[in-house]
T-cell receptor, first 115, second 115 residues
Framework: DTEVTQTPKHLVMGMTNKKSLKCEQH?????MYWYKQKAKKPPELMFV???????INESVPSRFSPECPNSSLLNLHLHALQPEDSALYLC??????????????FGPGTRLTVL | GESVGLHLPTLSVQEGDNSIINCAYS??????FIWYKQESGKGPQFIID?????DKRQGQRVTVLLNKTVKHLSLQIAATQPGDSAVYFC??????????????FGPGTRLSVLP
C-alpha cells in the first residue's frame, strides 16, 4: 500500500464549529506532515511529526491542533477558524526522520471552506 | 530564509514538443531538490529528484538539470502529452536540516498542453 488517504474530501464549517481532518498511511513511514495550500499557491508546511512526536510547528495559530495517535494516523483538529483559513489541507508522509532526505508522499487533500 | 521561485508562472506547449520548466532557488545550503506534479483536485505527486552532488538525472521522459553555480533547476519533459497538463512545483531542502523534513516549495508553473 503506497497511498496516503485523507478524510473528509470536502468540509464546510462555521467559525464556531469544531471539526477534525484525518490522515492515514500504511507504508511504515515515521514522519507525517500537514500542509496548507491556498488556490494557485504552493503548499506551506504547518506541522511535522517524527516518531509520533511533534518536531516542527511553523508558527501555526492555536486554532489548529495536530495530533498523532499512532504511527499510521495523523489528525488536525480545527476550532474557531476564520474564513481566511479556507484552503486545501494536505497530509504527507515520508520514510525517515533524520540523517537523510526522503521523498514525501502526499494525500489528495481536504478542501476546507470556513463560512 | 531560503526561497524557491520560478521564472514563468504559465507555460503552453504543443503536444509532442518538449517542455522546459525552470526554477531558481536562493539557499546555497540546499542539497536536495524534488519536482512535483499537481493535477487539479489532487495532492502533489513526486516526479524526480536530484542531489546537489549531481548536475543531471534522467527518468522516464523527464530530465532534471541542476546548476549550483547560478542556483537554477530545470525540468525537461520529452514529447509532452495531454496528461502532462498540471502545475509543477520544485522544492528544495536545506542540507543543514537534521530532520530531513523541511522542504520549501517554489510558486509553481502551470503547464498547458495544446492539441
Amino acid at each position: 500500500d503506497t497511498e496516503v488517504t485523507q478524510t473528509p474530501k470536502h468540509l464546510v464549517m462555521g467559525m464556531t464549529n469544531k471539526k477534525s481532518l484525518k490522515c492515514e498511511q500504511h507504508m511504515g513511514h515515521r514522519a507525517m506532515y500537514w500542509y496548507k495550500q491556498k488556490a494557485k499557491k504552493p503548499p506551506e508546511l504547518m506541522f511535522v511529526y517524527s516518531y509520533e512526536k511533534l518536531s516542527i510547528n511553523e508558527s501555526v495559530p492555536s486554532r489548529f491542533s495536530p495530533e498523532c495517535p499512532n504511527s499510521s494516523l495523523l489528525n488536525l483538529h480545527l476550532h474557531a477558524l476564520q474564513p481566511e483559513d479556507s484552503a486545501l489541507y494536505l497530509c504527507a508522509s515520508s520514510q525517515g526522520t533524520s540523517g537523510g532526505v526522503y521523498e514525501q508522499f502526499f494525500g489528495p487533500g481536504t478542501r476546507l471552506t470556513v463560512l | 530564509g531560503e526561497s524557491v521561485g520560478l521564472h514563468l508562472p504559465t507555460l503552453s506547449v504543443q503536444e509532442g514538443d518538449n517542455s522546459i520548466i525552470n526554477c531558481a532557488y536562493s539557499n546555497s545550503a540546499s542539497d536536495y531538490f524534488i519536482w512535483y506534479k499537481q493535477e487539479s483536485g489532487k495532492g502533489p505527486q513526486f516526479i524526480i529528484d536530484i542531489r546537489s552532488n549531481m548536475d543531471k538525472r534522467q527518468g522516464q521522459r523527464v530530465t532534471v538539470l541542476l546548476n549550483k553555480t547560478v542556483k537554477h533547476l530545470s525540468l525537461q519533459i520529452a514529447a509532452t502529452q495531454p496528461g502532462d497538463s498540471a502545475v509543477y512545483f520544485c522544492a528544495d531542502q536545506d542540507g543543514r536540516d537534521n530532520y530531513g523534513q523541511n522542504f520549501v516549495f517554489g510558486p509553481g508553473t502551470r503547464l498547458s498542453v495544446l492539441p
